[in-house]
């Protein structure tokens, strides 16, 4: 099984900041590797896939970075409505996997 | 629109069974893979199942193999989860996702989430 760790957990950011979400896999994992959304009580919403292709509808504040192991989501001008947890995702191989979430606070 | 619906969740005592549905709108059914994701209160998402478009090939975390059963009936463009044997560990918000696939400029497909469901939630309790 394929292990994604993201760092931070968790962090405090305040309105126009510029915020960085990594994700390593533990093995390669090309760029099979997806990033969600997902506010208090609603499902997730997928922002980015295959690493850096933006999805549909998606603020272009949003952007996806890596390939192989490191992975990286990036929030440029961060807005009040960004307040959320983020997880990355990877489909490489089965069984697929999240990483455990990092919750983004706004100041 | 693209619209995904779960039902059947509620409250079961361990050890026993409930099924849930995915009722999809919006696009082909038949023609996408789609995937089952839970999450317990409190954590992170966990993947539990997956199917192709056929319905002929399944896929499970081992935390459930053996004891959820995932399927599709492509003619009411609904999905199932079948779960037996129910945990306390089961507890969860449950999510059916549809699993799209986008192509690679080598020629390799990948596969992602791109819709989910609002979720129904299953408890595990005596």
Known sequence: EIVLTQSPDFQSVTPKEKVTITCRASQSIGSSLHWYQQKPDQSPK?????????????????????????????????????????????????????????????K | EVQLVESGGGLVQPGGSLRLSCAASGFTFSSYAMSWVRQAPGKGLEWVSAISGSGGSTYYADSVKGRFTISRDNSKNTLYLQMNSLRAEDTAVYYCANLAEGLTSAGYYYYYMDVWGKGTTVTVSS
Do not use: M, W
């Open chain 1, 46 to 106: 997928l922002l980015i896939k295959y690493a850096s292709q933006s999805f549909s509808g998606v603020p272009s504040r949003f952007s996806g970075s890596g390939s192989g192991t490191d992975f990286t989501l990036t929030i440029n001008s961060l807005e009040a409505e960004d307040a959320a947890t983020y997880y990355c995702h990877q489909s490489s191989s089965l069984p697929y996997t999240f990483g455990q979430g990092t919750k983004l606070e706004i």
